[in-house]
């Protein structure tokens, strides 16, 4: 191929349809019209000799072809980054893109009084959440592409952490619970009908695991993908879920629930902010971990 007939900015308009498999996703990652990122497309299939994206029923899948070129492209443009990345990060001009991964109930604490500072500082600074996957599955190439891990103690390859704040696991039940405050007894937990929390990634909720090395098994009547469908299905039933602390405070009001201790206590729960190594030295990743050790510090002087 001669380098002097490739335009460079289709190198990155097939990064976004490799990542997204979808034009009109891939339009919105590039802040491109759809009718830009279809031409776009097709100037690529001409250029490698292949479809790339082909319709299958209602949705777009990637050729074989195309799928091989994902993990070389996404390594190859890190490197071509990296050539112009600049000295200083100036947030109030910046349209940077940053993608981070948390749990919900990291969206529910942290993004709030996060999103308040970047609006205020970085108008133009876009953040995109998605959901948090555990390390067994948190493959090399989808790391390439996030900026940012909230997640408990877990190593995540080629990252580094920092603490945010620490949390606690309480019982969540609904105002007027027919056992209410009798659930800090171990019958009346043990009798309870319990909602577990099985995030993508894992086997068992991570309580089921603690629980059991104390020679304990929990009724498990429903098992939700997260914490806030917990509190919800609690807040309308007489189901219970062990959840953390913070999270319960933060929807007490609003779904009317309340904590109550349970008669085992798992100790605390140590929240953190992972961030590539490869990032450890980018303006942009260092104020925005700055942000959000800022966000994590503030909650953690709030009483549990």
Excluded: C
């Amino acid at each position: 191929m001669n380098l002097h007939l490739l335009d460079l900015n289709l190198l990155t308009a097939l990064d976004a349809l490799l990542r997204e498999a979808s034009v009109s996703r891939a339009a919105m990652r590039l802040r491109l019209s759809q009718p830009a990122a279809s031409h776009a497309l097709q100037r690529l299939r001409d250029l490698i000799g292949d479809p790339l994206l082909v319709r299958s029923g209602a949705r777009m899948e990637l050729t074989p072809r195309a799928q091989a070129l994902r993990a070389p492209l996404a390594q190859a443009l890190d490197q071509v980054r990296a050539l112009f990345v600049p000295d200083a990060f100036d947030a109030i001009s910046s349209d940077r893109y940053f993608r981070l991964m948390m749990p919900d109930l990291a969206v529910e604490l942290l993004m709030p009084p996060l999103m308040e500072k970047i609006t205020r500082v970085a108008p133009h600074v876009t953040i995109d959440v998605v959901p948090w996957r555990g390390p067994a599955i948190f493959t090399a190439e989808f790391a390439r592409t996030i900026d940012l891990v909230i997640s408990i103690g877990d190593a995540f390859k080629g990252f580094h952490r920092q603490r945010l704040y620490v949390d606690s696991d309480a019982l969540a039940v609904r105002r007027g619970h027919p056992v209410g405050a009798r659930l800090k007894k171990r019958e009346a937990f043990l009798a309870a009908r319990h909602v577990a929390v099985v995030i993508r990634g894992q086997n068992e909720d991570l309580i089921d695991g603690w629980l059991r090395s104390k020679g304990i098994e929990r009724r498990i009547a429903l098992v939700v993908p997260g914490y806030i469908e917990a509190l919800h299905v609690t807040a309308r039933t007489d189901l219970v879920a062990f959840v953390p602390r913070r999270l319960i405070a933060a929807l007490a009001s609003q779904l009317s629930l309340l904590a109550v201790t349970p008669p085992l206590d798992p100790g605390i729960d140590e929240q953190y902010m992972f961030y590539p190594t490869r990032a450890q030295m980018d303006p942009g990743s260092i104020w925005l971990r700055q942000l959000m050790l800022e966000t994590g510090r503030e909650l953690d002087r709030r009483k549990m």
